[in-house]
């Protein structure tokens, strides 16, 4: 049971002040609700600008040329910030930089965040309640540090690239997706590109237009959608009646076979699970271009000797450069993981971004689900304001709240097996997820979860 002392030190810390880490899309909703619920905070970004990873600039950035929106804009805008009609349903980079950046002059988030603010470290001065010293280095190269009621991590999920390890010695050019930024990289190359996500089949089509030749090398097989049906987005097809999980397997798998065929033609292997366990491939070139040859599909690596790559079937090719779309790790450098529950991949903390045992630290945008866009991101981050103000005030959802995440680990999945790979370790069902947010915000707004 918690003392009195304990109670009023958690009281305390919720009332203060917090700091917030990072200005990107989870960083800017997360400002955001912090101020319609009088939550005092400090925001810090790494970049002299806020976008994440969205903006091509900014010291962290994943981004490329070419790089769209792989869901369409009205299932990813925030519900009380649209994108205008200007804007396309697959929106560039570039658009969603403007995007962020207009969210911030309009709720005016600027002034809350200091900029050019590389975070070094967070540490906790006691049990949760007790505070955190967190220490920054600003663009001067200067450290400084303050202590804080608690801490608010939202410094994404895509910035510390997963390289593979290959047997033997690559002596052409090797680089990650991380690393790529324009078409023109690939002039006059032979590129094999490892890894068929979302951004390895969007880069093995700049590399099909710009370089000399390209190969996909693939582990596993997945699942292809295109990115219109009907002429309409993907994405915004259904989900007026919520289905069963074996019947929506079964009728979009249908709606797949209608629109994208059978990918095994062009030599694309065949998924060895069910639709849904993992992310599919949003992409309607990736297939045209396989099956007009100009993409040879091939199969995982077995080792490779100066510029011949030998794959695990026997064959071998010559390439000038590999290019690796591995994917990214979950990355927080600045504090201890075992302050974060980290276990495997990932933390375990409450659907996603509550510790068990701490009320002062929180992890923001550590979710992933098809189909979630930033509108579910922000009712995480308002479950999370409306919980700290909570405990500020003693209220009775906070408390509930408090009792029900320390209990066990929930990560909400909806009983989906998903594949066991890092990438996956925070992936949610969207249904299960929002459904259980929005019934604590309904909760700790007063109401009955």
């Known amino acids: 049971m918690m003392t009195a002392q304990a109670s009023v030190a958690q ?78 349903e697959y929106p560039s980079h570039r658009e969603m930089r403007r995007y962020f950046r207009d969210f911030a002059r ?37 450290d400084h540090s303050d202590v804080f009621a608690g801490v608010l991590i939202a410094n994404g ?35 094999l590109i490892v890894g068929a996500g979302n951004s390895g089949c969007d880069i093995a089509v700049d590399a099909i237009h710009h370089g000399v030749s390209c190969d996909i090398s693939m582990r596993r097989g997945y699942y292809f959608v295109p990115k219109y049906v009907f002429g309409k987005p993907a994405d915004t097809m259904g989900g007026a009646i919520r289905l069963p999980m074996w019947l929506k397997r079964r009728v979009d ?47 995982d690596i077995d080792h490779i000797d100066g510029k011949t790559v030998h794959f695990t079937d026997g064959s071998q090719a010559d390439y000038d450069m590999i290019l690796t779309a591995t994917g990214y790790l979950l990355h927080y450098p600045f504090i201890d993981k075992e302050l974060l529950n980290w276990q495997g991949a ?38 999370v304001a409306r919980y700290i103000k909570g405990l500020a005030q003693g209220s009775h959802g906070a408390a509930k709240l408090r009792q029900e995440k320390s209990a066990g680990f929930e990560r909400a999945t909806g009983g989906m097996k998903y594949l066991k790979l890092a990438r996956m370790a925070y992936y949610v069902d969207k249904a299960t997820y929002r459904r259980a947010v929005t019934g604590w915000i309904k909760a700790l707004a007063g109401g009955t979860s």
């Not at 979710?367 to 479950?383: F, I, K, T």
């Open 11 to 88: 009281n305390g810390a919720a009332a203060g002040r917090f700091a917030l880490i990072g200005a990107g899309p989870m960083g800017l909703a997360m400002a955001k609700v912090l101020k319609e619920q009088g939550i005092a905070f400090q925001g810090f970004e790494l970049h002299s600008d806020v976008g994440g990873l969205w903006d091509i600039d900014a010291p962290h950035s994943t981004m490329y040329e070419s790089a769209h929106l792989i869901s369409s804009k009205k299932m990813t805008q925030f519900d009380d910030f649209l994108m205008g009609e200007e804007v396309a």
């Open 106 to 142: 309009h709720y005016d988030l600027y002034a809350d965040f200091t900029f050019n603010a590389e975070v070094l470290s967070c540490d906790p001065l006691g049990d949760s309640g007790a505070g955190w010293r967190v220490t920054w280095r600003d663009g001067e190269g200067q």
């Open 157 to 191: 999920t895509l910035a510390e690239p997963n390289k593979p390890d290959f047997k033997g010695k690559f002596d052409g050019e090797m680089i990650h997706a991380a690393q790529y930024r324009d078409p023109r990289q690939f002039a006059d190359k032979r590129v």
């Open 253 to 299: 798998g249908m709606i797949l076979k209608w629109f994208v065929g059978d990918p095994q033609k062009y030599g694309f292997p065949k998924p060895d699970y069910a639709l849904y366990e993992s992310h599919p491939v949003v992409n309607s070139l990736i297939l045209f271009h396989a099956g007009h040859g100009d993409l040879k599909v091939r199969p």
């Open 346 to 383: 990932a933390p375990h903390l409450y659907l996603n971004c509550m510790h068990p045992n701490r009320d002062d630290l929180f992890v923001l945008g550590m979710v992933e689900a098809s189909g979630l866009g930033w509108q579910g991101r922000h009712e995480q981050a308002e479950m």
